[in-house]
């Protein structure tokens, strides 16, 4: 039997830049990818197109912004309807995940690593993507019955 890896796209939803990172369960690691651009509460649809179609995920990811004590906070609606136009548009399923502390822990990654203030604001949106993805890719594998099996 061959074995086929998922890939999967991650989301970090912001109001001005929507963080993008990609992962795949073969290798259980997610990487940073792109930042999307959102003018007037629109995302660039044609961007998200592209790489869709560059990467042809089984599923999207989008980051569930909550308070720390488990409440929404005035983007949560915000994040979920962005999952329900991707999942609308490109009809793939869309799990949202709880991404509290992904930003915090990314700005912090880029503190130690150097990078100024500044300048870490591109990296900062796909980092929290990527921290976004990783938690689902972790769940996901932890989930499977065996470390080499995939289940539909």
Do not use: C
Not at 8 to 27: C, M, P, Q
Not at 45 to 69: F, K
Not at 72 to 83: C, H, I, L, Q, S
Not at 125 to 151: C, V, Y
């Amino acid at each position: 039997m061959t074995m086929t890896a998922s890939s999967f796209l991650g989301f970090d939803y912001g109001e001005k830049t929507i963080g993008v990172a990609v992962g795949n369960t073969s290798s259980g690691q997610a990487h940073p990818l792109a930042n999307v651009r959102v003018i007037r509460g629109q995302p660039d649809w044609d961007h998200i197109s592209a790489l869709i179609e560059e990467w042809q995920p089984a599923a999207l990811i989008v980051g569930l912004p909550l308070n720390m004590d488990g409440s929404e906070n005035p983007v949560t609606p915000k994040a979920r309807k962005f999952g329900n136009r991707l999942n609308g548009r490109y009809n793939l399923p869309v799990h949202m995940v709880d991404e509290r502390l992904t930003t915090r822990d990314a700005r912090t990654e880029l503190y130690n690593a150097g990078v100024t203030e500044r300048r870490h604001k591109p990296v900062l949106d796909k980092l929290a993507a990527q921290s976004i993805l990783q938690t689902f890719l972790t769940e996901h594998l932890k989930q499977q019955p065996g470390s080499e099996r995939e289940s539909d």
